[in-house]
DNA sequence: TCGGCATCAAAGCACAGCTTGGGCCCGCTC
DNA sequence: GAGCGGGCCCAAGCTGTGCTTTGATGCCGA
């Protein structure tokens, strides 16, 4: 009630756009009478109408004549403006209908390097195929810049993974699982871990390491611990390429996630399934609490029927 | 009252522009407390505003967080459009006061020719110093043609003539009386009458004459016939160069108003003043019921203030 | 743990604005 | 020329939109 200092310019002082659509209806017709029909008023709702507009102007909009209304000057100039508006508004529906129908959007999805390199790419062309209006933009970014990222609102879903053996810092997130990415045991060939099958981690307690991302290299501490051990770490890469060429080389014995070894698999080195070892769980992420747009409820339906089979593989496992 | 078959996209079912102002200012500031302080309301008033929009629309807008709002995308998307319909409306109430202020505006004169020869360029030149942004636009016109120009709106302003023993057939117009225009006897150097001054029509009754237009001729045949004779009317013509060039070869006399001889005056001929002869009324004739313009107004009074001395001279005459 | 600032919800009240019912004026038609 | 239809206006009345008030909740920063 205090009297602030208002804006000069503000939206208070504008003219009723109400009214503006009326007296581009008024000005479509020629006659108040006819703009009443077409609204579904009576004439003399339309004239106070009229009536309140020019008052509001200062300006003669229109002049009565025996039959129906002429405008002015100025009410041709009103009126080109409130067609304008009109036209603004039927836009602004229309836009928002082509959001709803997928017909435009945006949608930025974040990914973490292995998905990327896998199933992603599908669930993108599907969706494209289905919505081919629809702006979709792929980020790769590990699951803890993708959390930043969603936090931020610079990315509107992200495929990340987790580990149960790992604690997971992640503010609340609405998180669907995709599906299990079992862990492999990433050795030399004619390594004596090679040969074995059905082994569990504490057969490789003797061993030297390659690591991972700080998630990954967490989770093998984690694991080697409820073996009873601490791995003997020598490298860190985030990079599964990498990752296999060290191994070749005959640097370390890896875990890696059998997504990686989808994405690029080197011919030098052999895999070895462990004995009841947790998989890396694959998840989408979303912002909390902000309800997904069309685009994004279709990326998620996109990615969820894309990894379907992958569900089915490691459901009995 | 009868169930019409109504526009299938009429104005009615268009969203409510007002909402749309309310939510320019709620994406502006990010939070409806600040649209609200912007507007002047309270924040429930504008919560209401934007939950109808949400419902009208059938899309979330906004996302309620802990500090204010952030808009969806379909939020940013109608924002957009209700920012240009601000622009709209701003711009709207703009081209008014342009017009008011004589910074925009057309204004269609009409007028005779001897007065588009004469004080009509010195009027509009006037007009155009003070107002640059106007559109002034003349046609040259006799007073019916130009009374036809009034009635149907192809002209805002009309500079006409007439005289008082000749009826009037106008509609009803509303009439400027600007100045009396003397009417002079044209003849040949040494001429009998030429000599003479003071004379009257009377003193003419044995010449041939030169008439002008229909209605110049219907005066010169009624100011005769007040005399008591008919004019021996030997050639017509609206152009008073040509009537001074068949005076000059002696073919006839005529009677010319002041005006046109400052127009355009002959060496080879003599004027000769009458006694009292009823002089052309010179007005300024408007559409009748229709509030002239801004920028008529500004003609009118232009032509007003350029005739002035007319009026001088000839109030004593 | 508390205060500040944002949100939402429900109820009440005022005024905007549409309707009703009158009247006038013009132009067309019989 | 008179009747009629269709445009306009005015004044009064009532309905419903829409703003305010009041009260409660939730999250952040101190």
Same mark, same amino acid.
């Given at each position: 009630m205090a009297g602030e200092r208002e804006s000069h310019d503000?939206?208070?002082?504008?003219? #009723?756009?109400?009214r503006m659509l009326v007296f581009a209806e008024v000005a479509r017709f020629g006659s108040l009478a006819g703009a009443a029909q077409a609204l579904g008023w009576t004439q003399?709702?339309?004239a106070q109408h009229v009536r309140r507009l020019e008052r509001d102007t200062g300006c003669t909009l229109v002049v009565r004549t025996s039959r129906g209304v002429t405008l002015t000057e100025a009410g041709h100039s009103l009126a080109a403006h409130a067609e304008a508006i009109?036209? %603004?508004? %039927?836009a602004a529906r229309a836009d928002l209908s082509a959001l709803t129908d997928l017909r435009a959007g945006r949608v930025r999805l974040s990914a973490f390097p292995s998905a990327c390199a896998t199933f992603v790419p599908a669930a993108i062309a599907l969706l494209w195929e289905r919505a081919p209006g629809l702006d979709v933009r792929l980020t790769e970014a590990e699951p803890d810049e993708a959390r930043r990222l969603l936090a931020a609102g610079d990315a509107?879903? +992200?495929?990340?993974?987790?580990?149960?053996?790992?604690? #997971?810092?992640s503010t609340q997130t609405a998180r669907i699982k995709l599906f299990d990415d079992t862990m492999l045991l990433v050795v030399?060939? +004619?390594?004596?871990? +090679? /040969? %074995?099958? #059905?082994? #569990?981690? /504490?057969a490789a307690t003797d061993q030297r390491w390659i690591a991972g991302c700080p998630r990954c290299r967490a989770h093998l501490t984690a694991a080697a611990a409820g073996c009873g051990f601490l791995p003997d770490i020598r490298h860190s890469t985030d990079d599964y390429v990498v990752t296999q060429t060290l191994v070749a080389a005959g640097l370390g014995i890896a875990l890696l996630p059998a997504l990686a070894l989808e994405a690029a698999r080197d011919p030098r080195v052999e895999t070895v399934e462990l004995h009841r070892h947790t998989p890396r769980r694959v998840s989408l992420t979303s912002p909390p609490d902000i309800p997904p747009s069309p685009a994004t409820r279709a990326l998620t339906s996109a990615l969820?029927?894309?990894? +379907?089979p992958r569900r089915m593989r490691t459901l009995p496992g």
């Open positions: 503000s939206v208070r002082d504008l003219l #009723d756009p109400r003399p709702a339309v009109t036209a %603004r508004l %039927r509107d879903l +992200a495929v990340t993974f987790d580990y149960d053996n790992v604690p #997971d810092a030399p060939p +004619a390594h004596r871990l +090679a /040969a %074995r099958s #059905d082994i #569990d981690l /504490a969820v029927e894309i990894t +379907a």
